[in-house]
């Protein structure tokens, strides 16, 4: 079905996708100080104390503080408010202008926006990272779900403006690769919402390896997570990660591969990233992110009305 959508209807498909990646974000970060994993808690997840997942009654107490994902993801947002593109050189000054180091702002990161909040202009900043090789970290990843969302009608759109968001922190080409591959997940939800139709789990992962290069391990992952579809979430931790490594192999194909297998249960691919371990508040953004372009918010298996209550306010500059 070919369609056409107004601005308004991007930005609302955009901010569902933000709730949800907002929403993971930060119940993820009180999950993440534990370290644990599924290798090391067989069936357990990793709570704040070495707890049991969030259930409906295991909530940790409100307010849920979000991290440098959901304000990084915000400006990515307010970009597309205000002109329905990426402009890479407002997006870059935003990021290094509104960066927050309590936000849990990695060095890499912090380096890369201290360089463009005092002149260097991004190319190189972003280039200078890891003597020369640029980041391959998973946080142009982690902001761009709602960017997917907004270009639910066009994955090609959706991939090039990825493309554009990730260039500004992350010159290597994993960091693009997974940054590309979730803005195409999130906007393949997307459209099956306004469809009507949950793709198959191996389509969904089918159509993003389709528009990732495929000279990438992102795109290696993305193709094995089809063949573990079904499987036992220990053995796709141990075959695709679970963000311990902080990088975009070894964060994106796990997150959408709990996407795919969750895509209309929010509260179940929240679960699952607890459960796994890892870089708990990124993975669960992530997913989160696509998950919520499909289910919304407040809907059968989308996310939670007392979730998102739960969860700190949105910065009062979002549009």
Known sequence: MSFTLFADARLALARDS???????????ERYAPSGSSVGDVPGAGPGPSGGADPGPDALPPAPWAWTDDTEMACSVVAEL?????IDRD???LAFAERCDARRGYGAGAMLILRLIRT??????????AFDGQGSCGNGAAMRVGPLGAYFADSTARAAAQARASAEV???????????VAVAVAAALAA???????????????????AAVDAGTEVHRGVHRGIGLLGRPLPRVVAELGNGSRVTAQDTVAFTLWVAATHLDDYPAAIRTCVRAGGDVDTTAAIA????????????PGGVPEAWLA????????LP
Do not use: K, M, N
């Open 18 to 28: 933000l709730a949800g990646l907002s929403t993971g974000d930060a119940l993820g």
């Open 288 to 299: 989160g992110a696509v998950v919520a372009a499909y289910t919304g918010v407040g809907t």
């Open 81 to 85: 408010a205000a002109s329905g593109a």
């Open 191 to 209: 459209r099956a919402r306004l469809d009507g139709h949950r793709p198959a789990p191996a389509r969904l992962l089918g159509g993003v390896a």
């Open 310 to 317: 739960a969860r700190e306010p949105l910065p009062a500059w």
């Open 119 to 128: 002149g260097t202009p991004w190319p190189v900043a972003a280039a200078s």
């Open 90 to 92: 407002r997006l870059a």
């Open 169 to 179: 922190t992350h010159a290597h080409p994993e960091g693009i690769a997974g940054a």
